[in-house]
Nanobody, 120 residues
Framework: QVQLVESGGGLVQTGGSLRLSCAVS????????MGWYRQAPGKQRDLVAI??????NYADSVKGRFTISVDNAKNTVYLQMNSLKPEDTAVYYC???????????????WGQGTQVTVSS
């Protein structure tokens, strides 16, 4: 089994900062990609940031404000969010694509989601 445990969401004022964490554990052979998505009420789930094979991509709306980082020793991905805006309010989901020990193929896994609310 694979578990993703997120933490770090909360309520912050416009211009504030938050740091999200997502720890991945289980029978993991190799992690191919780690990232963050978000879903606002009534909207689809959208990519925020992802790192894969040494490259990183950000949504245009967060470039220059958010930074994704990975601690490979801990299988943990972080999202540092600065200069937060009310439009950043959403549930943020951790995402990972990995190979499991003893199983063929790569699988996608999602965290449970953490609420980020930015007040104006």
């Amino acid at each position: 089994q694979v578990q993703l445990v997120e933490s770090g969401g909360g309520l912050v004022q416009t211009g504030g900062s938050l740091r999200l964490s997502c720890a991945v554990s289980g029978r993991i052979l190799r992690i191919n990609a780690m990232g963050w998505y978000r879903q606002a009420p009534g909207k689809q789930r959208d990519l925020v940031a992802i790192t894969r094979g040494g490259s990183t991509n950000y949504a245009d709306s967060v470039k220059g404000r958010f930074t994704i980082s990975v601690d490979n020793a801990k299988n943990t991905v972080y999202l540092q969010m600065n200069s937060l805006k009310p439009e950043d309010t959403a549930v943020y989901y951790c995402y990972v694509n990995l190979l499991r020990l003893g199983l063929p193929g790569a699988y996608d896994y999602w965290g449970q989601g953490t609420q980020v609310t930015v007040s104006s």
